[in-house]
């Protein structure tokens, strides 16, 4: 612990010019954040950003901005991937590639941070926010104002995983920080303080967000809206947000006492004075296993709502849907000891998580079962968000056969840690998530935007994304099963070169299809006033967020819906819904506000300031912090109204476009 008040431990050491390719990087990001920067206060656009987006409180808004800063995040975290590639496909026998060993762990360990917290857990929690509030026909979440403050709290955290690129370093402990390498005799520097801090503010954002939307399905779902009248993605929605509450907590708590270890040299996960790794190795994996159902639910979700509406039939099996996916829940509290069968914890043990894991293969399985009835005798459109469906049922189902393989312990005993696990969890998380993702932007951006994107790069992408995958991971099933080992910056055996050199080909096209994505995005809006919808209703959709206008209003329903069926708009539509004409009332809504941002920014400098030892300011942040919450409290003016006859204006304004649209 350093005596310097001020400083800390920060000095101009901390500053990795003597690393060229942390100085290239800098750079780039230097010149193209003062391109973009540039670009806003050219065109003006600070205000409108700050007023209309950074402080709305609004779902929509903030559910978009979520999706916003997970893409970025991607493109962060991708870049780790491609540089894991390259290192791996180049240093073999003299050569030791151009990532020497400790920036390589760095590297692989950013990489599973990120994408996981800073842009998996954005990506679905901003899906969640944009669209149960609609589908449930209610005009916003539960707590808008926390709303916000939990998103900015998600992004303040990923902040400081990127400001740790430029001063001082990440973790070189691989994603989950194990112990002792990650306890202060193992890891003395910044980086694994960098890993706690910011995972403690991003984890408060996500656990306020998870409260939220709980409280939100259970308390304003619209008169009729009872449990088994929900659509899918909102029953999905509602049991990922039960783990995110039941999770977290673990999380946070681990972390707390992994940084006492570091801070003030208690031994809890130590390997002496009676401290256990063991003990943090148990507690991050009860959090880390119903993560990784936290994040597939949601998506399971909206490929629920994909084939349906694609397919132009009610989801085959509703109810077993819905009990298959209360069961995944509860049983992803109870495998998590599948990630360390190797850890001595004795047959009997091993045996009752395999069993488990394997368990949860069956409800999963019902559910693969469930869309392909559906698709039997549907009229199929293999529309973009359709493809993506297909592509994730070939390729999830893929990496479902070889979990079951890992949940075998005799068999998870020869694979562990090897590239085989690599192969399976990326087979999973891509086939499942990322696939998701890329079909749900697909699928609702025209609800949220008012306009379709271009299928033509939306196929582009797909293919390249869904062939480059295969050449990707494929590769790392056959070296796993040769016995080759995770995170490896060099190998010395010349024969298993040409399967990382084919690995590194999928992710060179993988990156045409993220490329594809953002072309796709860019020629979308040159085209818009081709690609509008007026409808509000694209694809012909089943749930009620397609009974709104594209985009929907501030308040998203002049009325609030009554609900007779799980395919509300469906059935309104079947039973030939009139939109009301007259009767519209002034509307309450609760006040953007700058709270959840100023909030969230001192807790971030508060975190720099532990991660550098830098106790006044971690002291001046912390109180400032706390004055800031206690001003909002007693300042914050909640609402406004939306006067009746911007209401009328509105609704008018929908009715003439539908009308154009007919
Ligand atoms: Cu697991």
């Not at 690129?165 to 691989?174: D, S």
């Not at 495998?335 to 409800?363: C, D, E, K, R």
């Not at 056969?401 to 690599?422: C, E, K, Q, R, W």
């Not at 992408?461 to 494929?474: D, P, T």
Request: aromatic share 16%; hydrophobic share 55%; proline share 5%.
């Amino acid at each position: 612990m350093t005596d310097n008040l001020l400083l800390g431990r920060l000095s101009l050491d901390a500053i990795p010019y003597h690393e060229p390719i942390l100085v290239g990087t800098f750079c780039a990001v230097a010149l193209g954040g003062m391109v973009v920067l540039g670009a806003l206060t050219y065109f003006r656009l600070w205000g409108y950003l700050w007023r209309e987006w950074f402080t709305s409180i609004d779902h929509k808004k903030i559910g978009v901005m979520y999706i916003v800063m997970g893409l970025i995040m991607l493109l962060r975290g991708f870049a780790d991937a491609v540089m894991m590639r390259a290192q791996q496909a180049l240093s073999f026998g003299d050569s030791a590639g151009f990532l020497p060993p400790h920036h390589y762990d760095q590297v692989f360990t950013a990489h599973g941070v990120i994408m996981i917290f800073f842009v998996a857990m954005p990506l679905v929690t901003g899906l969640m926010n944009y669209l149960v509030p609609l589908q449930i026909g209610a005009r916003d979440v539960a707590f808008p104002f926390l709303n916000n403050f939990s998103f900015w709290m998600t992004t303040f955290g990923g902040v400081l995983v990127m400001i740790s690129l430029f001063i001082g370093e990440f973790a070189r402990t691989g994603w989950l920080a194990y112990p002792p390498l990650s306890g202060i005799l193992g890891s003395p520097d910044v980086g694994v303080d960098y890993y706690i801090w910011s995972l403690q503010i991003a984890g408060v954002g996500t656990l306020l967000s998870g409260v939220n939307l709980i409280a939100t399905i259970v308390k304003m779902r619209a008169p009729g809206m009872n449990l088994m009248k929900m659509p899918v993605f909102t029953w999905t929605a509602l049991c990922t947000n039960v783990l995110i509450v039941a999770a977290f907590p673990v999380l946070t708590a681990v972390l707390v006492l992994l940084s006492l270890d570091r801070y003030v040299g208690t031994n809890f996960f130590s390997n002496d004075l009676g401290g256990n790794a063991m003990m943090y190795v148990n507690l991050i994996w009860i959090w880390g296993h119903p993560e990784v159902y936290i994040l597939i639910l949601p998506c399971f979700g909206v490929y629920s709502e994909i084939v349906s509406t694609f397919c132009g039939k009610r989801l085959f099996g509703y109810t077993s849907m819905v009990y298959a996916t209360v069961v995944i829940t509860i049983l992803s509290y109870l495998v998590w000891l599948h990630h360390f069968f190797t850890m001595g914890s004795g047959a009997s043990v091993n045996s009752f998580f395999g069993i488990t894991t394997m368990i949860i293969s069956i409800p999963t399985g019902a559910k693969i079962f469930n869309w392909l009835f559906t698709m039997y005798r549907g009229r199929i459109r293999f529309e973009v968000p359709m493809l993506w469906t297909i592509g994730f049922m070939i390729t999830f189902v893929i990496g479902g056969m070889t979990g079951v393989l890992l949940a075998v312990p005799p068999a998870d005993f020869v694979l562990h840690n090897s590239l085989f696990l690599i192969a399976h969890f990326h087979n999973v998380i891509i086939g499942g998530v990322v696939f998701a993702i890329m079909a749900a932007i697909n699928f609702w951006f025209p609800k949220a935007f008012g306009y379709k994107l271009d299928s033509f790069w939306g196929k582009c992408s797909f293919w390249f994304w869904f062939v480059g995958f295969y050449f990707a991971f494929m590769p790392l099933y056959v070296l796993g099963l040769m016995g080759v080992t995770r995170r490896m910056s060099h190998f010395e055996d010349p024969s298993l070169q040409i399967w990382f050199q084919i690995a590194a080909f999928g992710a060179f096209l993988i990156a045409l299809g993220i490329g594809s994505f953002l072309v796709q995005l860019v020629v979308s809006y040159l085209k818009r006033d081709q690609l509008r919808d007026l409808s509000g209703d694209p694809w012909n959709g089943r749930t009620l967020e397609w009974s709104t206008s594209s985009p929907p209003p501030d308040y998203n329903f002049a009325f609030t819906p009554v609900v007779h069926d799980n395919d509300a708009w469906a059935d309104m539509k079947a039973h030939g819904y009139q939109r009301p004409q007259e009767g519209f009332v002034s509307i309450h809504m609760p006040k953007n506000t700058a709270a959840g941002f100023i909030i969230a920014a001192l807790s971030a400098i508060m975190g720099f300031a532990l991660i550098w030892q830098m106790w006044l300011l971690a002291g001046v942040g912390f109180v400032a912090m706390m004055a800031a919450i206690i001003i909002h409290t007693f300042n914050y003016q909640r609402d406004f109204h939306i006067p009746a006859d911007e209401v009328v204006r509105v609704e008018a304004d929908r009715t003439r476009l539908l009308a154009a649209h007919v």
